[in-house]
């Protein structure tokens, strides 16, 4: 099986722009979150998908958004980019509860 | 905020001998998993230990889980240069998310 598949690994933007990822979650796994990496903050929770339906949101501004389509895929949104989000983005995906969670290699996103 | 604390923040031992890393988390949890990350990319996932089981092996793995101490340990043994990275402890407390501590900083030197 294919692993969780992240595109685009890098990416620079300017301050005020809007950013999308994708994540592409190992074939039949239904549960996809995101992540958020930086040096001062470590890794936290953004949000999680399920069946296209939002389960759970971290504590991050609605600039902040996200979604799923019906074949798992995930897209990510943040607009208004401000400096502080230049972070590591993360995917992972899992098979149900109680499970492992697979993760991706990242989107390294830069805010200029 | 972070669920769990990793201790020791920076771990440097020589080729050959074993690494222990720990993990304390606050909350009851459905499991807790390990992971590895090399300069900043991606997770590996290492192993994942159920909270009705005590101890897991994979390969040079084991990790050890005490729910009344809310603790885990990873340890490596033999270690070798390529295990050089940082290691996660996650926790899912359900809520459909894991909470991550700061990670460990392994260094192998040969």
Same mark, same amino acid.
Not at chain 1, 28 to 56: A, D, I, K, M
Not at chain 2, 25 to 54: A, C, D, F, M, P
């Given at each position: 099986?294919?692993?969780?598949?992240?595109?685009?690994?890098?990416?620079?933007?300017?301050?005020?722009?809007?950013? =999308?990822?994708?994540?592409?979650?190992?074939?039949?796994?239904?549960?996809?979150? /995101?992540?958020?990496? =930086?040096?001062?903050?470590?890794?936290?929770?953004?949000?999680?998908?399920?069946?296209? =339906?939002?389960?759970?949101?971290?504590?991050?501004?609605?600039?902040?958004?996200?979604?799923?389509?019906?074949?798992?895929?995930?897209?990510?949104?943040?607009?208004?980019?401000?400096?502080?989000?230049?972070?590591?983005?993360?995917?992972?995906?899992?098979?149900? /509860?109680? =499970?492992?969670?697979?993760?991706?290699?990242?989107?390294?996103?830069?805010?200029? | 905020?972070?669920? #769990?604390?990793?201790?020791?923040? !920076?771990?440097?031992?020589?080729? #050959?001998?074993? !690494?222990?890393?720990?993990?304390? &988390?606050?909350?009851?949890?459905?499991?807790?998993?390990? &992971?590895?990350?090399?300069?900043?990319? #991606?997770?590996?996932?290492?192993?994942?230990?159920?909270?009705?089981?005590?101890?897991?092996?994979? #390969?040079?793995?084991? +990790?050890?889980?005490?729910?009344?101490?809310?603790?885990?340990?990873?340890?490596?043994?033999?270690?070798? %240069? %390529?295990?050089?990275?940082?290691?996660?402890? !996650?926790?899912? !407390?359900? %809520?459909?998310?894991? +909470?991550?501590?700061?990670?460990?900083?392994?260094?192998?030197?040969?």
């Amino acid at each position: 099986k294919a692993g969780v598949t992240q595109t685009p690994r890098y990416l620079i933007k300017t301050r005020g722009q809007q950013v =999308t990822l994708s994540c592409s979650p190992i074939s039949g796994h239904r549960s996809v979150s /995101w992540y958020q990496q =930086t040096p001062g903050q470590g890794l936290q929770f953004l949000f999680e998908y399920f069946s296209e =339906t939002q389960r759970n949101k971290g504590n991050f501004p609605g600039r902040f958004s996200g979604r799923q389509f019906s074949n798992s895929r995930s897209e990510m949104n943040v607009s208004t980019l401000e400096l502080g989000d230049s972070a590591l983005y993360l995917c992972a995906s899992s098979d149900g /509860w109680n =499970t492992e969670a697979f993760f991706g290699q990242g989107t390294r996103l830069t805010v200029v | 905020s972070q669920q #769990g604390e990793e201790d020791p923040q !920076a771990l440097s031992i020589q080729e #050959g001998e074993n !690494a222990t890393m720990n993990c304390s &988390y606050k909350t009851s949890i459905n499991n807790l998993q390990w &992971y590895r990350q090399n300069s900043g990319r #991606g997770l590996v996932h290492l192993i994942l230990i159920r909270s009705n089981e005590r101890e897991k092996h994979s #390969g040079r793995l084991r +990790v050890t889980l005490d729910t009344s101490k809310k603790s885990s340990s990873l340890l490596i043994t033999a270690s070798r %240069a %390529a295990d050089t990275a940082s290691y996660f402890c !996650a926790t899912d !407390a359900g %809520a459909q998310k894991l +909470v991550f501590g700061q990670g460990t900083r392994l260094t192998i030197n040969p």
